[in-house]
């Protein structure tokens, strides 16, 4: 691989502020019921540490494991699950929580797969969201924020399992 540099998109600090209001917003939206906040692997394991405790409620968390991109930057379009729930989320509020929508090939799969276990509601929340590069249409109820189409890592994001722990989110430019 060519060497690469990071190039700092959002910080630290812009990166929890946001991630505050949404979780507020949850508050808000979700008076009471069951709410299952479903952690998509690994990607989103920093999201969904700092959403949950941004939010006053109670909630259960959940993880589910999906094929990942590999060692590429495209999406190879196939998911298979390799982790599923744990706890069952009939008749419950759930909320997939990921790290990016890209063409939204995972996350239409998943609210497939989550909506044949009969819960209530099934929405999604995403740190990033790439609009332009969209495949399926996806609705994303609670979005940190849009950025361009370009390749970033950090705060849960790699590149070849790279950059996971990096506290800011950078785009990652071959040099
Ligand atoms: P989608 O199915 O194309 O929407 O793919 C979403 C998944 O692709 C995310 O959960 C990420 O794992 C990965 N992904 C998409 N864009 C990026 C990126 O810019 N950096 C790192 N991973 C990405
Ligand atoms: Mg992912």
Known sequence: MPAASLRLLLSEQQIQARIRELGAQIDADYPNGNLH???ILKGACFFLADL???MKREAFIDFMGISSYGKGKTTSGAVKLTKDLDISVEGADVLLVEDIVDSGVTLTYLVN???QRKPRSVKIAALLDKPD?????VKVAYVGFQIADEFVVGYGLDFAEKYRNLRDVCILEET
């Not at 590069?133 to 249409?137: A, D, G, H, K, V």
């Open 37 to 39: 906040l479903v952690c």
């Open 52 to 54: 949950a405790r941004a």
């Open 113 to 115: 797969v989550l909506q």
């Open 133 to 137: 590069r969209r495949l399926r249409p």
